[in-house]
């Protein structure tokens, strides 16, 4: 057994705190075997190791649910299956083919990177984080799932399920992002690509955010920090509150910003727009005109000679 001990006590811990790495692992490991990854295996995302058809994913499911996702990705996949081919559809037909999964500005970066990638690097997505990470919006996150999920490289997809475990189970104790990072690739010691949908289907499965399982969690006896914690006495907080509990409240959607700009571009997937069109005179003009401005200088709507809003060319 090799104990995970980290590299400096957290903060609110007086002393380091340390858990079984083999025990966690092999627990954690053994559980997903034993039935959440036949389930989870059959989300469409999960049976490519593509790195383009990855990076597809990635960007589709940062902001969107995945039930969503899971209906709209194979078509998407299937729309643009290189990044050439999406390159040379045309920023216009991505922002279609995005329409109804929200935060559009996705699309867009979707399709500067697909640029990105067949002007300056033969197409092909790097294997390498620096490389990675120099690419037009692809962040850590991004850049170590393409690398774990694609590649098998040893590296930990610090995501929010992931970081939420890592700080109740491994911690015991709220983990900034560096940290949590290097716990994260210390726990890689099996495939990568296993391990870190194991570790991300136990958060969102087991160690929810607002209501964690500890009822019937494998780890909750013998190999989790926290309950550990708890047991002795200590009273120590959830140490994942800060990224669950004290999160705000999701604004609304309906009458929100988001809601009108989806409004915008899904009118202009049509056809040209004119801000006073039947279909959009019920709302607020000066609102309107500030939004689709906005809309134009992020490059997701262009305007006519004559003041008609469409999608970019
Ligand atoms: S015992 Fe509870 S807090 Fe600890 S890992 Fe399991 S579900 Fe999470």
């Known amino acids: 057994m090799v104990p995970l001990v980290l590299d400096a006590p957290p903060r609110g811990l007086s002393s380091p705190s340390a858990v079984d790495r083999a025990d966690l692992v092999g627990r954690l490991a053994s559980w997903w075997r034993g039935g959440p990854r036949a389930e989870r295996d059959a989300l469409p995302w999960r049976a490519t190791r593509d790195p383009w058809a990855v990076l597809v994913s990635e960007a589709m499911l940062a902001q969107t649910q995945a039930a969503r996702v899971a209906e709209r990705y194979p078509e998407f ?27 559009n500005r996705r699309a867009l970066a979707l399709f500067r990177l697909a640029e990105r990638l067949v002007a300056s690097h033969g197409e092909a997505v790097p294997a390498s984080l620096d490389e990675l990470l120099a690419l037009p919006g692809v962040g850590p996150y991004t850049a170590r799932a393409v690398l774990a999920f ?59 955010a607002r209501d964690p ?72 003009a000066v609102r309107l005109a500030a939004l689709a401005a906005a809309l134009v200088a992020e490059g997701l709507l262009a305007r006519t000679e004559d003041g008609a809003l469409t999608l970019p060319r």
């Open 150 to 208: 694609a590649f098998e490289e040893r590296v930990g997809v610090v995501d929010t399920n992931i970081a939420r475990v890592l700080a109740r189970a491994v911690a015991g104790a709220p983990l900034r992002p560096a940290p949590a990072q290097r716990l994260a690739d210390a726990l890689v010691t099996g495939p990568p690509r296993e391990w870190n949908l194991a570790l991300m289907d136990f958060g969102a499965l087991v160690c929810r």
């Open 77 to 103: 996949l299937a729309a643009f299956p290189t990044p050439r081919a999406m390159a040379e559809s045309g920023v216009a037909a991505v922002i279609r083919a995005w329409s109804g999964l929200g935060y």
């Open 213 to 284: 399982r500890c009822g019937s969690c494998p780890l909750a006896e013998h190999a989790c920090a926290w309950q550990a914690a708890r047991r002795a006495g200590e009273a120590v907080t959830d140490p994942a509150r800060a990224r669950s509990g004290t999160a705000p409240p999701a604004a609304r959607f309906v009458g929100s910003d988001r809601e009108l700009r989806g409004r915008l571009l899904r009118a202009a997937c049509s056809g040209a727009v004119r801000l006073e069109a039947a279909t959009l005179s019920d709302l607020d």
